[in-house]
T-cell receptor, first 114, second 116 residues
Framework: EPEVTQTPSHQVTQMGQEVILRCVPI?????FYWYRQILGQKVEFLVS????????KSEIFDDQFSVERPDGSNFTLKIRSTKLEDSAMYFC????????????FGDGTRLSIL | AQKVTQAQTEISVVEKEDVTLDCVYE???????LFWYKQPPSGELVFLIR??????QNEISGRYSWNFQKSTSSFNFTITASQVVDSAVYFCALSEAARGGFKTIFGAGTRLFVKA
């Protein structure tokens, strides 16, 4: 069964550094998402992306965050200048259509900011 | 504004007991989707079920069953004859139409412990 894949599985970064989290969505999917989960807390929506532009973003997704689909397969989340509170599990998801298809989640990237 | 409430933070049961996880949602949309996801200790999110707002039929899948009631805005999840492998955090989620895609809002999750 096709999967959403995320790399790396764990990223350790010094505070203030830039970090890029990578995702390969399922190949025929058109909608892409990033979520984050601070340890022990709920999963929070960050951003959705369709047709090469952001379609929706949350209050968490401020100017420090950006997303990109640099080629036909990757979908990246960049955090420009990381803060301690950015430490979390980041999940990428994709869905085939807008119609509430179950969003397929990757296994997540655990980001640790030191 | 949408909201998902899972009032039960933690539930502990003994194997073979039945357990129901509650989920109450708020939305102004008439078209929306409800989901349940399982997050085992390994951390990944596993899709369990999706239900759209126009389909109030309850669903059974093996030991899992879901009760969707629009009148009470609830989408409860029952595990029959629980097993140790069911131990996980379970998230209820609501998806409303956002421009260009559906934004999914998660509840706080219910941590289920199943003891042998």
């Amino acid at each position: 069964e096709p999967e959403v894949t995320q790399t790396p599985s764990h990223q350790v970064t010094q505070m203030g550094q830039e970090v890029i989290l990578r995702c390969v969505p399922i190949s025929n999917h058109l909608y892409f998402y990033w979520y984050r989960q601070i340890l022990g807390q709920k999963v929070e929506f960050l951003v959705s992306f369709y047709n090469n532009e952001i379609s929706e973003k949350s209050e968490i997704f401020d100017d420090q965050f950006s997303v990109e689909r640099p080629d036909g397969s990757n979908f990246t989340l960049k955090i420009r200048s990381t803060k301690l509170e950015d430490s979390a599990m980041y999940f990428c998801a994709s869905s085939e259509s807008q119609g509430g298809q179950p969003q397929h989640f990757g296994d997540g990237t655990r980001l640790s900011i030191l | 504004a949408q909201k998902v409430t899972q009032a039960q933070t933690e539930i502990s049961v003994v194997e073979k007991e039945d357990v129901t996880l509650d989920c109450v949602y708020e939305t102004r949309d008439t078209t929306y989707y409800l989901f349940w996801y399982k997050q085992p200790p390994s951390g990944e999110l596993v899709f369990l079920i999706r239900r759209n707002s126009f389909d109030e039929q309850n669903e059974i899948s093996g030991r899992y069953s879901w009760n969707f009631q629009k009148s009470t805005s609830s989408f409860n999840f029952t595990i029959t004859a629980s097993q140790v492998v069911d131990s996980a955090v379970y998230f209820c989620a609501l998806s409303e139409a956002a421009r260009g895609g559906f934004k999914t809002i998660f509840g706080a999750g219910t941590r289920l412990f199943v003891k042998a």
